[in-house]
């Protein structure tokens, strides 16, 4: 059986940095589409980034504004969104979803997802 398990969310206060991880098993990332997508109080889920193809090409959410980077570590069979100067409007869960056949992270239901991870950015 195939899954992804996300990690390294916690509770920062404002301006500091995060790192998540989202680690597949039973699947090769670097042949599927990976997202971040997170759920925000109050807001509709949101796409945070998305790397797929080799070279991998990468976009974000408009909001991020240069804070986030997504990479991918083929030997560790991981995913990594580095999070910079990070705000409380970023508290909500993080999750990854990997997509199969395509370059985009559409976030649809054909797409497996993690369990997801808790940010807290607060004072």
């Known amino acids: 059986q195939s899954q992804l398990v996300e990690s390294g969310g916690d509770s920062v206060q404002p301006g500091g940095t995060l790192t998540l991880s989202c680690t597949g098993s039973?699947?090769?990332?670097?042949?599927?589409?990976v997202g971040w997508f997170r759920q925000v109080s109050g807001k509709e889920r949101e796409r945070v980034s998305c790397i797929s193809g080799s070279p991998p090409t990468r976009y974000y959410g408009g909001f991020v504004n240069g804070r986030f980077t997504t990479s991918r570590d083929s030997a560790k069979n991981t995913v990594y969104l580095q999070m910079n100067d990070l705000k409380p409007e970023d508290t909500g869960v993080y999750y990854c979803a990997a997509e199969a056949y395509t370059y985009y992270c559409s976030g649809t239901h054909n797409a497996q997802w993690g369990q997801g991870t808790q940010v807290t950015v607060s004072s």
């Open positions: 039973g699947l090769t990332l670097e042949h599927y589409a």
